[in-house]
């Protein structure tokens, strides 16, 4: 179909289903002021059971650990299908060279970058394990931490260059991080089980509110879930870095 | 005014799926799934917000003081990390397509045509 | 309907249909980034500071990098044929 008749297409779809749609959003629920039974039965009894004070941390890894389980396998399935798709022609070998495109040569790092990504790549790792540690307190989380410390590995690819930083990030150190990740989720379902409860029950001893050790079974899924995702997004970047450097010989490119 | 939220919402969608349609970079169309996945986080938490509440962590404040839904938050949370690993799977697929054929464009990658 | 919600709500709107409107990859990128800043704005004005972490991190750093990363090896890089 040509680009001009598909666009055709597309607005004559688009005006058939308005009306259905102005229909939809007038009847919509008013913004703001519908009852939230869900929500309010959570905000009432999770601090009685938990011991926690971060609502969405205990939907996310207790009431619903379940179906974070899944996401964690879903991220896991994305990274290795983008990792199998990048390295499956490049190969496993660890070039530091960094490629050029035709007619532009590569500037050398300015001092300002390297000065402030040196300053604030520690700060940004601690601050994501600040973040992962204090998922059921603070607004935070494993999710949330993870991508994090990615950023934090990012700023670091900023301030060195690609060869130095290419030497000390090694995949394995990472692969074996994202895995371990969501094996501790697993078996942190698996547990309870062996001493009689249900898969991902809260067994463990739950603390006092407003502590560091609080939640009981959240903050071994909570940890699981950060290696997980940190793992996962250090590892997608240094495939994505990888791909710029230069072809040595024997690569097929 | 009430009615914002959803149909910032479906404005999002129509415009995603318009820069998809129309779309000539598969770069391009990665973005603008970002912009569709972006519509449904918008519906969502506008679903789970109460007037006069606050967000739903009882750290400062004892447990009690109203708060908006926490079940919204914790479903667009993992959404959005998720969201943003399956662009990285479409961006590597992008990149083989573009090892194999040479271009990036729609329009010049239709199946049939060699 | 307070002032600071209705403004970021419009100022998802803008950013997300300047995402769409951006043809070009590499400007694109930047938009992607104030397009992600925009959502996690509007997140905390909707009370929900969890969400705003992960959609800064993810919207502003993270998706970006990949896409320059990704730009960079598309043009470095020599098709076979």
Redesign the interface.
């Known amino acids: 179909m040509k680009?001009a008749a598909?666009?055709v297409v597309?607005l004559v779809a688009?005006l058939a289903l308005l009306p259905g749609?102005v229909a939809?959003?007038?009847h919509?629920?008013?913004?703001?002021?519908h009852a939230?039974p869900?929500?309010d039965a959570?905000?009432?009894l999770a601090?009685?059971e938990r011991h926690v004070?971060?609502?969405?941390?205990?939907?996310?890894f207790d009431y619903?650990g379940f179906?974070?389980l899944g996401?964690e396998y879903?991220?896991l399935a994305?990274?290795t299908?983008?990792l199998v798709?990048?390295r499956g022609?490049r190969g496993e070998n660890v070039s530091d060279a960094p490629?050029?495109?035709d007619g532009r040569s590569i500037a050398p790092r300015s001092p300002a970058v390297m000065l402030i990504c040196r300053f604030f790549a520690p700060v940004l790792l601690l601050f994501g394990v600040y973040?992962v540690l204090h998922a059921q307190?603070?607004?935070?989380?494993g999710?949330?931490g993870?991508?994090?410390i990615?950023?934090g590995a990012?700023l670091l690819y900023l301030g060195e260059s690609y060869r130095t930083w290419r030497r000390f990030m090694r995949s394995l150190i990472f692969d074996m991080i994202e895995a371990t990740g969501a094996l501790i989720f697993v078996l942190a379902g698996f547990g309870p089980m062996m001493a009689g409860a249900k898969f991902l029950e809260n067994t463990l001893p739950l603390g006092q509110s407003?502590a560091l050790i609080s939640g009981g079974l959240i903050l071994v899924t909570n940890a699981g879930t950060a290696l997980a995702?940190a793992g996962?997004?250090v590892l997608?970047?240094l495939?994505?870095?990888e791909?710029?450097r230069a072809l040595d010989a024997g690569d097929?490119? | 005014m009430?009615?914002?939220?959803?149909?910032v919402a479906?404005w999002l969608l129509?415009i995603g799926?318009?820069g998809i349609?129309?779309s000539r970079h598969y770069l391009h169309l990665i973005g603008c799934l970002t912009v569709l996945q972006s519509s449904t986080y918008v519906l969502l938490l506008?679903?789970?917000?109460?007037?006069g509440a606050g967000?739903?962590?009882?750290?400062d404040h004892p447990?009690?003081t109203p708060?908006?839904?926490?079940?919204?938050?914790?479903l667009v949370?993992?959404?959005?990390?998720?969201g943003?690993?399956?662009s990285?799977?479409l961006?590597?697929?992008a990149?083989?397509v573009h090892?194999r054929r040479g271009t990036l464009d729609p329009?010049e990658l239709r199946p049939l045509r060699r | 309907?307070t002032a600071l919600l209705v403004l970021a709500f419009l100022l998802a709107a803008a950013t997300g249909t300047g995402v769409v409107l951006t043809r070009h990859p590499r400007r694109q990128v930047v938009a992607l980034a104030i397009n992600g800043l925009a959502l996690a704005l509007l997140f905390m004005a909707l009370q929900a500071?969890?969400v705003a972490?992960?959609e800064l991190?993810?919207g502003t750093?993270?998706l970006p990098?990949?896409f320059l990363?990704?730009l960079?090896?598309i043009?470095?890089?020599?098709p076979?044929k």
């Open positions: 680009p598909r666009l597309t688009a749609v939809v959003i007038l919509m629920p008013s913004f703001g002021d939230l869900y929500g959570i905000n009432r601090p009685v004070t971060n609502m969405v941390t205990a939907v996310n619903r179906d974070t996401e879903m991220l994305a990274v299908g983008a798709l990048l022609r490629a050029k495109a973040v307190l603070t607004p935070g989380g999710f949330q993870g991508v994090i990615g950023s990012l407003r995702v996962g997004f997608l970047l495939e994505f870095l791909e710029t097929k490119s | 009430t009615v914002l939220p959803w149909a479906a129509g799926l318009y349609i129309t506008s679903a789970g917000y109460r007037w967000a739903p962590i009882f750290y447990p009690g708060a908006v839904d926490p079940v919204v938050q914790a949370l993992t959404d959005i990390v998720v943003a690993t399956v990285a799977l961006l590597a697929l990149l083989q090892k329009e | 309907m500071p969890d972490y992960s991190a993810v750093a993270a990098l990949m990363g990704l960079v090896s043009a470095t890089d020599r076979e």
